[in-house]
């Protein structure tokens, strides 16, 4: 009986501070595509405290703190993989295109969009059933997706088109496509959904669109070979990553001009920005490495040992409550 | 039997479509040589930018900017082609430098898809380099890293320009580049001993 209560007391606290333990934990999912993984970063810790088996060559990779879960797309079997975001477990696959690349959840969890690189098309799951909903016909090679915040609209950057089409979640059709600089990647948008920026591969330059006409503002040079971007300490920068010179361009906001320029591992693709909107992380694909850069002090300040082939290109950090 | 080897022959072809239709990833190939002289003699040899002639494959080199980051050379290579690189770092205490192909000849014209293909002397796409020597043990230790995506960026690449080919085309450059190095120091190399690991 002793037992049993002493048992029963420790189930109680244990049941009591998990919610606690578990409130506010946020990981980084870094897809390593020559080594078939995911590693699970603890972004509390900077450890690496999971590495998930993914096979197909994990690119692109998209979190839904909602379900909990993270979506990786796999190009070398045509879809994308659905890992359980807490218990870092593969769930399934589920099978798209050849060409699956980009990948994006909505704000509501609900729905995942996955580009395919080769087919001009952008396929969107339902997140309950991963049964296909729709296929939305876009530019050439669509690459980088982001949702605006209010939940309205998907955006597309079209890398081979040199353009951005914004589609409206309401009905999944194309509203407005604008040009932008060459082969556009990666994509990033402010918290109130009002600039959108593009990381311009072919043309080492950063587009800046205001959204509410969806009109080109400015081109912001940075350098060689330009990824993925993204924001901190409230929108004021935007970091930007370049894969041929090993470094991140630092862009000021208001002035639309880079600042500083970040030492980081070799190769840089994906970048996100960890929830405290200060530090920011980099998966380094020649590095095999996360840097983790503080935005207040631009600078590295830890590297953190990953998979080869470190790639994590989207939304890869996750804050889960 | 002819149609036993009509459907073998199909098979192959739906393999071969198969193996080759891979999205849109790079590839890391990595070259290695080991060399019984000090890593200061051997990265001698291989140190100035501006002088490609350790490697077999190229004729001439002519250059500007010397080891500074930025700086370019046009390698003639000589089966006909040219090769057009800029430097992209040059740690002289790492003994290493990085470059990348900013510019290649065409070696011929296909039709695949109903469309020209231009294939590029080497059938690659992004292609940059690190080459760096450290010593080990009595001697030294060459590591030539190549990444580079296939010259093909559309599904279903046509065989001179899928990932196969971008493969054994750096292998190729990269191992006579290697036998070549350590032939200069000792008489008993070749190809054998150049360790090739490609990731994809």
């Given at each position: ?137 876009v530019g050439?090679?669509p ?12 955006y597309v950057?079209n890398?081979?088109?040199?353009s951005v089409s914004r589609i ?6 194309v509203r407005k496509t ?144 | ?200």
């Amino acid at each position: 009986m002793r037992e049993y209560l002493k048992t029963a007391a420790l189930i109680l606290i244990i049941a009591a501070v998990l919610p606690f333990v578990a409130n506010a934990q946020p990981l980084a999912f870094i897809s390593n595509q020559l080594d078939n993984s995911v590693s699970v970063i603890d972004a509390a810790s900077n450890r690496v405290v999971e590495t998930i088996r993914v096979p197909g060559k994990p690119a692109g990779v998209a979190v839904n703190p909602q379900k909990s879960q993270v979506y990786v797309s796999t190009p070398g079997s045509g879809g994308f993989a659905v890992l359980d975001g807490r218990q870092y477990r593969n769930l399934r696959f589920v099978p798209v295109n050849t060409g699956s690349l980009g990948i994006a959840s909505d704000r509501s969890g609900d729905r995942v969009f996955v580009a395919d690189w080769y087919e001009k098309k952008v396929s969107v799951f339902d997140t309950g059933s991963f049964q296909l909903l729709q296929v939305i016909a876009v530019g050439q090679s669509p690459s980088g997706m982001v949702v605006s915040p209010d939940n309205r609209w998907l955006y597309v950057a079209n890398r081979v088109s040199d353009s951005v089409s914004r589609i409206s979640l309401n009905n999944l059709q194309v509203r407005k496509t604008v040009s932008v600089g060459r082969h556009p990647f990666g994509l990033a948008i402010d918290a109130r959904g009002q600039r959108l920026y593009t990381a311009n591969v072919e043309s080492d330059d950063v587009t800046v669109l205001e959204t509410r006409g969806f009109h080109r503002i400015a081109t912001v040079p940075v350098q060689s070979r330009p990824y993925a971007a993204t924001l901190a300490l409230r929108d004021t920068l935007l970091l930007v990553t370049n894969q041929d010179d090993s470094n991140v361009s630092v862009i000021d906001t208001d002035s639309l001009r880079e600042i500083a320029v970040i030492e980081v591992g070799d190769k840089p693709e994906g970048i996100a920005t960890h929830p405290d909107d200060r530090h920011v992380y980099v998966a380094n694909w020649l590095g095999d490495s996360v840097s983790v850069i503080d935005a207040r002090t631009l600078k590295v300040v830890e590297t953190i040992g990953t998979g080869e082939g470190s790639r994590a290109f989207g939304q890869f950090m996750m804050d889960l409550k | 039997m002819k149609k036993i080897t009509f459907i073998v022959s199909a098979m192959l072809l739906f393999f071969t479509a198969a193996a080759t239709a891979h999205g849109p990833v790079r590839g890391k190939l990595t070259a290695t040589v080991h060399i019984d002289a000090p890593a200061d003699q051997v990265w001698a040899v291989i140190k100035n930018f501006d002088d490609m002639s350790w490697l077999p494959a190229v004729a001439s080199t002519k250059a500007k900017g010397g080891n500074k980051k930025g700086a370019t050379r046009v390698l003639s290579l000589k089966n006909g082609g040219t090769i057009t690189e800029k430097l992209k770092s040059y740690k002289e205490d790492k003994m290493s430098y990085k470059y990348k192909i900013t510019d290649m000849s065409t070696t011929k014209t296909i039709q695949h898809s109903g469309k020209e293909e231009k294939v590029p002397v080497l059938p690659v796409d992004n292609y940059q380099a690190t080459i760096t020597v450290k010593a080990k043990g009595n001697g030294s230790e060459v590591t030539w890293v190549a990444t580079y995506y296939r010259a093909y960026m559309n599904n279903n690449p046509p065989p001179e320009m899928n990932e196969e080919a971008a493969d054994e085309a750096v292998s190729k450059v990269l191992t006579e580049g290697l036998v070549h190095l350590r032939s200069k120091f000792q008489p008993d190399a070749d190809e054998s001993m150049v360790k090739i690991k490609i990731k994809r």
